[in-house]
């Protein structure tokens, strides 16, 4: 496999050096924040795949299952939880959801929230449309490209994962994409799964405790990272992703606990339902929808009824089955619609909330996974997504992760964005001017006018990897293969960056724990 990567520089012709020259100085020139043409948090919305009356006709089916069907497998703590504030336990051992109960509950939860990165750069706020993309899942294993294989992840690989993710502008969080399968003990495991996370990057991040007795031992470490209780509870840098239910219709006892325990040392929590439709959530797409609903409509019950107001995400995550097989399709557009529905609702409920996209079937970067990634990933942004989890370096429908792919994600999360901005409708962008100005008397093109120099930056988006050159130019260029560039930006990446800790206080948290990477 060549090795010669081709610099963005040598994708137009050498005639127009002077032009492009002058192009490129213009666009190295680092622009404000509110004049970028993407940016984390724009607002979507545009795709709405559900119209009014089938949001509603979904939100009274999920009141109907919730006050007729009910949810099983509460732990006692929860039971004592729920129906103090007015669930009914049934005899056959089912939670059941009065109206009433529902809707004073929503009334009370947390909206407009913060999802706080330690730099405050990284700050996520979760409110109306606002779109982020970031990275999640619990893979197995890493998908190594330059040995075409699939091998166990790591801590290393964790923690390389996230140092590439806070070079990424297009990926907006790190939630733990990873399992850390050389740590062999569970609670030496999460604890290195928290480190790696936050050595690697400074904006929000995501983990998952495996058992209720570690998260004490988890927010020790939390505790010294920020500096103490006081500072990590004034802005909580970590949410835990709860699996609280085992679809259809159970709760999961242990992580119920583990989501009490974050409730009450401050972290945000996702309440995530994530049934397989077709398998453990109904076939039709609609019926699917209801079904996570209500699920995470009992979870804003339970945090609400022991916290008012914690800030939770309504992780509604519902999958698709291909039917032929019974396997997981997390790349059709199936799960397109699904994801798109589920964030209709969210704002139905003016909720924060976060789903899936941006997972890829195909076991390797490639077209396949191109395509699946991309459909994903721009309606979920269409749909006004708060959170996008799952949407760079997931493949093999979640079973692999690969870092080649985060940083090729990069940039299809680059394309998506911009979609999710729109068209820019104003007085000055529909202003004939600038076609008199060239169509009368004028050099009859619009290359080089003031109106398009002063566009490049804050109107288009340029692939950093992605290949815009002519057959001849590529051909010139010895044929450069865009996955030996992705290797190439990684090994870039991973060369120049350290860990986001300080050396003092990365060497007393090792002293403190054994923790399985290197910084």
């Known amino acids: 496999m060549s090795k010669k990567v081709v610099s963005l520089q040598d994708n137009r012709p050498a005639r127009r050096a002077g032009g492009r020259a002058a192009r490129q100085a213009l666009r190295a020139a680092p622009l404000a924040e ?74 009370v939860a947390a909206r407009n929230i913060t999802l706080h990165g330690r730099d405050p750069k990284h700050d996520l706020h979760l409110t109306g449309t606002n779109v982020h993309f970031g990275t999640a899942g619990a893979a197995v294993h890493i998908v190594d490209v330059e040995r075409n294989e699939y091998r166990e992840s790591t801590a290393q690989d964790l923690f390389d994962a996230a140092r590439i993710t806070q070079d990424l ?40 405790f495996s058992e209720p007795d570690h998260v004490a031992p988890c927010f020790e470490m939390i505790h010294t990272i920020a500096g103490g209780e006081e500072a990590w509870r004034a802005r909580p840098f970590i949410s835990n992703s709860n699996c609280f239910v085992v679809p259809p219709m159970k709760f999961a006892p242990e992580s119920c606990i583990a989501m009490e325990h974050c409730v009450r040392g401050g972290m945000p929590v996702l309440l995530l339902s994530a049934g397989q439709a077709g398998a453990t959530a109904p076939a039709p797409i609609a019926l699917a929808i209801v079904q996570a609903v209500a699920e995470c409509l009992a979870g804003v019950v339970y945090v609400n009824a022991m916290a008012p107001g914690h800030p939770a995400v309504f992780g509604t995550w519902p999958f698709v089955s291909d039917l ?156 450069p293969q865009i996955l030996e560039r992705a290797i190439e930006r990684k090994n870039e990446i991973l060369s120049g960056a350290g860990s986001q800790i300080e050396p003092e206080l990365d060497a007393e948290i090792r002293r403190r724990w054994n923790i399985y990477f290197k910084a």
Request: hydrophobic share 40%; glycine share 12%.
């Open 169 to 208: 502008e297009n990926v907006h969080f790190f939630q733990r994409a990873m399992v850390c399968r050389d740590v062999a003990d569970n609670l030496e495991m999460d604890l290195n799964t928290v480190y790696a996370c936050c050595a690697g990057t400074a904006k929000h991040v995501g983990v998952s």
């Open 324 to 479: 032929r097989t019974g396997a997981m399709s997390g790349g059709s557009a199936e799960q397109a619609l699904l994801t798109a529905g589920c964030a209709q609702m969210h704002r139905f409920y003016d909720l924060p909330g976060g789903a899936a996209a941006g997972i890829s079937d195909a076991k390797l970067p490639d077209m396949q996974a191109g395509w699946e990634q991309g459909i994903t990933n721009t309606l979920a942004g269409l749909a006004g997504l708060n959170m996008v989890y799952e949407a760079a370096g997931m493949h093999a429908s979640l079973l692999g992760f690969c870092l080649e792919s985060l940083v090729l994600g990069d940039d299809i999360l680059g394309q998506a964005l911009r979609c999710v901005r729109g068209i820019d409708v104003t007085e000055d962008s529909t202003s004939i001017e600038a076609m008199k100005s060239v169509c009368l008397g004028g050099p009859g093109h619009y290359l080089g006018s003031d109106q398009t120099i002063s566009l490049m930056q804050t109107e288009y988006v340029y692939p950093k990897l992605g290949n815009r050159m002519s057959p001849k130019e590529w051909i010139e260029a010895s044929k």
């Open 34 to 107: 509110n004049l970028r043409p993407i940016r984390p948090g724009m607002a979507g919305g545009r795709f709405q795949p559900l119209t009014q009356e089938g949001m509603e006709r979904i939100h009274q089916a999920a009141l109907q299952a919730l006050e007729e069907i009910g949810l099983s497998q509460a732990p006692d703590s929860g039971v004592d939880i729920m129906t103090e504030a007015g669930a009914m336990l049934g005899e056959d051992g089912r939670l059941r959801f009065p109206r009433a109960l529902v809707e004073d509950k929503l009334a």
